[in-house]
């Protein structure tokens, strides 16, 4: 690969920083360390701060590796072309090497200052995002998103897996939630920006699938996120503050997942019922792993018995 420019701006610290992607990095620190603080079991506040400052490092190391390997692709995107490799800011090759620094400083940093199982998780975690679904998946199959969203889902594993030094049935249903909500958060997104995306030959589902079953698909995503949310009320690793706020919240996202399934975008529509599925989503995300914090706080201490 080559770069894809070969005049370059000055690089200011600013353009590394968006290599790692720091929106989609937010939720995924927030998630990591929802996962840490919703454990049982203790951790000292430093071992706890490494722990999600490896996450944080690991994900904006697999996000600079993505921008790195698609830099052609993002280049002919309207939603990305003025990232800092198509932007000509930051040499190809320069994001390769950050990326790498930060991928294998996070794992090395996490295995001596906390856990080198966690260490293990969040080594695959990067490669699972950074070689099996941006090189192997994304370019090849429309269930790119749906077997990719693994890497995204990792997180509050990593983070739990931190305080107990183990891999117990709640981390898992952590895990899959995540893995679950990714593809109707994402496919909402693609709806409304698919002509990018058959421009540049990705063949994300509303590409080579079509509208219709994309939409379909959304649907029964959202209908299984319902009870499998509310698991680990179910099993007993909460309790019933998070199960109920679980519920309201994926209902609601259910809710809204329903005029994108019973609809077909006209031109010029502005794909409202689509965006705001898509914003809902994020703050879905936010609300269920903060109310899992708080359940744990209140219940597990006791401060209601």
């Known amino acids: 690969m080559t770069d894809s420019s070969a005049l370059y701006l ?8 968006s290599l790692t992607k720091p929106r989609v990095m937010s939720l995924v620190i927030f998630t990591g360390l ?11 506040p430093l071992v706890g701060f490494v722990a999600v400052l490896c996450i944080a490092m690991g994900a904006g190391g697999a996000a600079a590796l993505n921008q790195w390997w698609e830099a052609d692709i993002d280049a ?22 950050f990326g790498i620094a930060l991928s294998a400083g996070s794992v090395g940093l996490m295995g001596i200052g906390v856990s080198w199982l966690a ?22 199959t429309p269930q790119n998103i749906v077997i990719g969203g693994g890497a995204g889902a990792f997180p509050p594993m990593i983070g739990w897996i931190a305080v107990t030094h183990d891999i117990t049935l709640m981390p898992v249903l952590l895990f899959a939630i995540i893995f679950m909500w ?3 958060h994402f496919w909402a997104l693609a709806l409304f920006v698919q002509t990018d995306y058959a421009k540049v030959g990705i063949p994300m589902m509303p590409v080579v699938k079509g509208e219709a079953s994309t939409r379909r698909q959304i649907l029964i995503y ?24 679980a519920l309201v919240l994926s209902l609601a996202f259910l809710a809204l997942s329903l005029p994108v399934a019973f609809r077909r975008s006209e031109p010029g529509d502005g794909m409202k019922p689509e ?11 936010f609300a269920l792993f903060g109310v899992l914090v708080a359940d744990r706080l209140i219940y597990a201490q006791g401060w209601l018995a």
């Open 10 to 17: 000055p690089t200011d610290w600013r353009d590394f920083l």
């Open 34 to 44: 929802c996962g840490l603080l919703a454990a049982p079991g203790t951790i000292h």
């Open 76 to 97: 002919g995107m309207k939603r990305t072309q003025s990232r800092p490799i198509p932007g000509g800011r930051v040499r190809r090759t320069d994001a390769r090497d």
């Open 119 to 140: 260490a293990a998780i969040l080594a695959l975690s990067i490669v699972y995002y950074a070689v099996v679904y941006t090189i192997w998946l994304k370019p090849r």
């Open 182 to 184: 990714t593809p109707p």
């Open 222 to 245: 959202s209908v299984l996120l319902v009870p499998l949310a509310a698991s680990p009320w179910f099993i007993g690793g909460t309790g019933a503050m998070y199960g109920i706020a």
């Open 275 to 285: 965006k705001r599925l898509f914003a809902f989503s994020i703050l879905y995300l």
